[in-house]
């Protein structure tokens, strides 16, 4: 058993980074101090988005992007959506959950109703509001889009990986009046999100969502390991700027490898 | 047992695909791997069955009650059917000229269809966002008017042929745009791996229906 070819780097590289994520998680369990985390916007504005929904009286439109449930994108998705239900639960707020995927939508369907049950309030949960539209991207767009024009959701929360339809949601979003927090890590989308929405999770922001969300120590542990394996990534662009400008190809050859 | 038992699959699977991707050598890894990916091929298409009960429990109400755009949620659900029958009992296959009609004459129209809207609500997003209301807003629409115009024939001919447009929209997108993109690129890698671990782990359990510890 051997690592594969072009794989080296990558694999302890991730090796070392784990390791960090683990030592981490280790230290905010024994209890130990965490840096404090910056603050995010878009998840700050999530209870405030909630609540401008309960007070109109007007529904909440949760959408965990078209990604489906081997990508990262859409569980950290997952676990907003089982922060933003027992939130929709305790204020007695319908939360429409629209899929494309039917796996994904499965899922959402069981967490939104623990999240009522956690709640204590089993009876409040509507299943008729966790939603598949269709397995097609462009249906799916379009049945989102007669959704918000039809239910009028007064906060649109766009989270997880999202492509094409990222503008379309976001835009019927804005003409329906709604409070919009919109997160992915696809790149292209994230400038139609910035261009779109009221808050925009950039990136990592997404993935940090639910540490951030929950406050769980633990979980803010990985996020501090997240950063330091940024600064591992800053360190490397810039040795390997210096290195390639003296025209020395050591750092390149270690990548590839 | 609820949690333990899918958490203790979620580690071993994840276990499974880490080591097969990183490692070579090992034919039963890799025969793993294929069949996981084959399970989940099949579950994705069992449940599909489960969407269609849901769409047809919501619309049905809708069409019995007579709610308003009733006659809509009938559409779907002829459409939903009609396709799934026709396409077991008379076309049984994806090669009968039926279903190529249904697919390429109609499905696939439609979808262009609604592809293409997307040129107005850029033009809408566009309009809101450019209007000058803070110092990030006039960056963005004076980087815009030069992409534009540096990537249309009308930039370089309101310069007489200078293609000044052009060469700043290139090292827009090669400098600060790809520098921007490859540092947000990074962190997603970096926090996606994180997430990862942290499901895997079984630390993040959101996806069970319940966050944290």
Not at chain 1, 210 to 217: D, I
Not at chain 2, 112 to 140: K, N
Request: charged share 15%.
């Amino acid at each position: 058993m051997k690592i594969a070819a072009g794989y080296v780097f990558s694999f302890w590289f991730e090796a070392v980074f784990l390791a960090t994520v683990i030592v981490m998680i280790t230290r905010a369990r024994k209890g130990m101090k965490i840096p404090e985390i910056y603050k995010v916007a878009g998840l700050d504005a999530m209870d405030e988005a909630i609540g401008r929904c309960t007070e109109m009286g007007r529904p909440v439109h949760f959408a965990p992007g078209i990604g489906d449930v081997q990508n990262a994108q859409t569980l950290a998705a997952m676990s907003i959506l089982s922060y933003v239900a027992k939130q929709c639960a305790k204020y007695d707020t319908d939360l429409i959950d629209t899929n494309r995927n039917v796996i994904v939508y499965n899922m959402s369907e069981a967490i939104v109703k623990q999240a009522y049950i956690e709640a204590g309030k089993p009876d409040a949960f509507k299943p008729e509001n966790v939603r598949w539209i269709s397995n097609d991207q462009f249906a799916y767009a379009t049945g989102v889009t007669g959704i918000m024009y039809r239910e009028k959701p007064a906060a649109n929360l766009l989270l997880g990986a999202f492509w094409a339809e990222s503008l379309i949601f976001a835009e019927v979003g804005a003409a329906a009046g709604a409070i919009q927090i919109a997160g992915t890590a696809n790149t292209a989308q994230i400038p139609f999100f910035v261009a779109a929405c009221d808050y925009c999770l950039i990136g990592e922001e997404l993935y940090a969502a639910s540490a951030y969300l929950s406050r769980e120590p633990v979980l803010l542990g990985s996020l501090v390991a997240q950063d330091w394996g940024k600064m591992g990534g800053v360190v490397l662009i810039v040795l390997g700027t210096l290195l390639v400008s003296v025209g020395s190809p050591f750092l390149k050859d270690l990548l590839a490898k | 047992m609820k949690k333990e038992v899918p958490l203790a699959i979620c580690f071993i699977v994840a276990l499974i695909y880490i080591v097969s991707n990183y490692f070579t050598g090992v034919e039963f890894l890799a025969t793993m791997k294929d069949l996981l990916d084959k399970w989940y091929l099949s579950v994705d298409a069992i449940v599909v069955a489960i969407g269609m009960v849901n769409l047809a429990q919501i619309h049905g109400r809708r069409v019995a009650n007579k709610r308003e755009g009733w006659l809509f949620s009938l559409w779907l659900m002829l459409c939903m059917f009609g396709m799934f029958f026709v396409s077991i009992f008379w076309f049984k296959g994806t090669t009968h000229v039926g279903w190529n009609f249904m697919y390429k004459m109609i499905i696939s129209p439609m979808n262009a269809t609604v592809y293409s809207t997307l040129v107005f609500y850029i033009g809408s997003a566009a309009y809101r966002s450019f209007r000058i209301r803070s110092m990030e807003a006039g960056i963005l629409l004076v980087v815009a008017f030069i992409m534009m115009l540096g990537r249309v024939p009308l930039g370089a001919m309101l310069l007489g042929g200078n293609q000044a447009f052009a060469t700043a929209a290139d090292w827009l997108l090669r400098v600060p745009n790809s520098a921007g993109m490859r540092g947000i690129q990074i962190g997603a890698a970096l926090g996606g791996i994180a997430t990862a671990l942290r499901i895997m782990l079984g630390i993040e359990r959101g996806y069970l229906g319940g966050t944290g510890e």
